[in-house]
């Protein structure tokens, strides 16, 4: 009875501690929303060193070397565009309409690789052939080409005399990537899915559907009723995006209309933030590539951007961005070729939209300039659309999904890991991997200032609350553990993806070692604890409560994984500071990868490593597939160069990891 009562009044005294450390807003910033901040911060550097350059282009020469240098840049970083192979099409069937015709397409953008789509055709009694071809693809609809919106610009186009190809985007329409998981991993949903095992290789989601878009074009100029020299591109929304990568990167695009996606990222960031995995190419706003970019990037070529009033999208990003391309294209002496359409409505495709849209490719494509205005379209029925068995081209013979390209080339790396780390030195490895990761070394870290917050006293040790600055608007809350009788044991450096209070608990883990005689420094490192970010709502079950902060650090070309490393070393050293000696880390959850960074990068900091529900392998992620709360773990290009064992195997004897993790985020 008296250890229980014992037991009940510690609990009742730590429910009356507070083991909060910072205050509830700094500068004006509450701690949830830290890294929002700070990132926004660093990015609106960026903007300024954008707005800077652009106004220093002015010559013929300059624009062409500009747009050359970032086109390149682009494919560079999406990870390159595969070889050209045989598109091996085929129809499978054909629907007649008044004064059009449609006929089911499959091709392979890739071997074995489908992509299902509709062409429209114009009536040869009315349109004699070759015609212009315009890509249609499709926005963030379930059902891909089917969609009203999608449909009725193809048969709109044909009606005008110029066919047009609308095609189902991978895990949309008929091309889910992994049908045993519709509905849940659908949509926007899927393409940031793929996109966690993407980055690791180095890849972005937005490769696949360039690719596919680019085989479109091939496709279209493959038939003898299209002229292959007049060829436009039109999308709404996701289809906006990837007409935007397409009217940049593709020199047989003539003509261009991109619908409810431009804006600017640096209104993007002030209002919705980043958005799906192939809406955020790595480095982007490190490089200089905004949306201004994908209009300008292709100058003169005649784009008329569509947009909507009350898009969120927003509107003043729209307009920014089209201001900067028509200064461009004014100093190029077209100012005629590029257009705004704004449309008062919300995020749409709508009648005006497409109206708009027609009229302008009439104008470029065909030499006709004419108030075009839609007709009543008869729709297909989403079953009237289906072009492979069973409504999904992963039914046909010897199919291969995005998630199959993404093992070939993982099993190809691993084969070249494996030789490199065999045979090269492991300072030369270990450098490789603090580039890419963006890790400085030790010495090259600043010290942090230090602000004591107030203590708190137990039976038998102290709480010091203690604030860490590592860098301006960084903020990391930590609780040092100081025991009444110094053992002369190593401190221990605690770290735990709930935040340092998660085992701080009276009779707890931290207090069992602080009792034993053990200094121990429970921080919350960026983005956990304290300064979780708990706003960004929409793919948190499958990608984390930070997504849309671990997307803007992508933008800038950072990774969280070198972000926590940094601060798991500041903090080591700063332990070692107020206690000489090496220290015993211990990390748990997803913070466990960056754990295992910094004491692979900075051996001598560290006596011992234990880490609890350490991902296995980053390789299995890219087997299975898909992975869930694991972006925020992501390395670009990572897997090129190292995985996780890689990294383990440094440490030899030194590593402890308890309960790894599978790629599902599952203990094995």
């Known amino acids: 009875m008296i250890v229980c009562l014992g037991l009940m009044l510690s609990a009742a005294a730590f429910s009356q501690e507070d083991l909060r450390v910072l205050p509830e807003k700094t500068n004006d910033v509450a701690p949830g929303d830290m890294m929002s901040h700070y990132l926004r911060r660093l990015a609106g550097q960026k903007f300024e060193d954008w707005k800077n350059q652009y106004e220093q282009r002015k010559t013929p020469e300059q624009i062409a070397e500009y747009q050359k240098r970032l086109r390149e840049k682009f494919i560079e970083v999406i990870g390159g565009l595969p070889e050209h192979t045989p598109l091996n099409p085929q129809v499978t ?250 449309n008062d409505a919300g995020h749409n495709y709508n009648r005006l939209q497409r109206q708009g849209v027609v009229r302008w490719m009439s104008r470029w494509l065909l030499d006709k300039d004419l108030p075009i205005t839609e007709p009543e379209i008869k729709l297909l029925s989403d079953e009237e659309v289906l072009c492979a068995p069973g409504g999904q081209v992963m039914n046909l013979d010897g199919a291969r999904s995005t998630y199959d390209l993404n093992r070939d080339l993982e099993k190809n790396l691993a084969g070249r890991r494996q030789k490199r780390w065999a045979n090269k030195g492991r300072a030369e490895l270990l450098d490789e991997v603090r580039n890419i990761a963006g890790i400085r070394r030790l010495e090259e870290l600043p010290e942090p200032k230090v602000t004591m917050a107030g203590t708190i006293e137990r039976n038998g040790y102290q709480i010091r609350k203690i604030i860490l600055t590592p860098a301006d608007g960084i903020y990391l809350p930590a609780l040092m553990f100081v025991p009444d009788k110094d053992a002369g044991q190593p401190a221990v450096l605690y770290i735990h993806e709930q935040g340092k209070a998660a085992d701080a608990a009276p009779g707890g883990p931290i207090e069992a070692m602080v009792k034993a005689g053990k200094r121990v420094l429970a921080v919350d490192v960026r983005g956990t604890g304290e300064t979780q970010q708990s706003k960004q709502n929409k793919f948190t079950d499958a990608i984390g409560l930070d997504w849309k902060d671990v997307f803007t650090a992508y933008l800038l070309g950072r990774s969280y994984v070198g972000m926590r490393a940094e601060d798991v070393l500041v903090c080591a050293r700063f332990l070692r500071q107020q206690q000489a000696g090496p220290v015993d880390l211990i990390a748990a959850g997803n913070v466990t990868i960056p754990a295992l960074h910094a004491a692979a990068l900075e051996p ?65």
């Open 93 to 342: 069937g054909i629907i007649s309409r008044d004064g059009y015709r449609v006929e089911k397409v499959i091709f392979e953008s890739q071997p074995k690789h489908h992509v299902s789509a509709l062409l429209f055709l114009p009536d040869t009694d009315k349109y004699k052939p070759p015609y212009p071809g315009v890509l249609v693809p499709c926005g963030h609809s379930a059902n891909g080409k089917a969609h009203e919106a999608y449909q009725t610009m193809g048969a709109f186009l044909a009606l005008n005399g110029m066919a047009g190809l609308v095609f189902d985007p991978i895990d949309q329409g008929e091309r889910s990537q992994m049908p045993s998981q519709l509905p849940r991993l659908a949509g926007t949903r899927a393409h940031t899915m793929l996109g966690v095992g993407s980055i690791l290789l180095g890849r972005n989601t937005a490769r696949f559907e360039i690719w596919d878009g680019m085989r479109a074009i091939d496709y279209l100029q493959s038939r003898p009723e299209v002229d292959p020299k007049r060829i436009g591109c039109t999308g709404n929304s996701g289809g906006g995006t990837q007409t935007s990568y397409l009217m940049s990167l593709d020199e047989r695009i003539v003509a261009a209309a991109p619908s409810c996606y431009i804006t600017g990222f640096e209104r993007l960031l002030d209002t919705i933030g980043p958005q799906d995995a192939e809406q955020n190419i790595y480095g982007q706003l490190a490089f200089g590539m905004d949306h201004a970019d994908y209009l300008m990037m292709r100058a003169p070529m005649p784009i008329l951007i569509c947009a909507a009033t009350e898009d969120f999208f927003d509107i003043t990003g729209v307009w920014n961005s089209f201001r900067y391309a028509k200064r461009l294209y004014t100093r190029m002496e077209f100012a005629e070729r590029i257009d705004l359409l704004e």
């Open 604 to 668: 001598d900091l560290f006596d011992s490593v234990r880490l609890t529900g350490l991902l296995s392998s980053w390789s299995n992620v890219i087997e299975l597939g898909r992975s869930y709360n694991q972006q925020i773990n992501t390395v670009h290009g990572a897997l090129k160069a190292y995985d996780i064992p890689d990294l383990a195997a440094t440490l030899g004897d030194n590593l402890i990891v308890k309960e790894p993790l599978d790629a599902l985020g599952q203990p094995h």
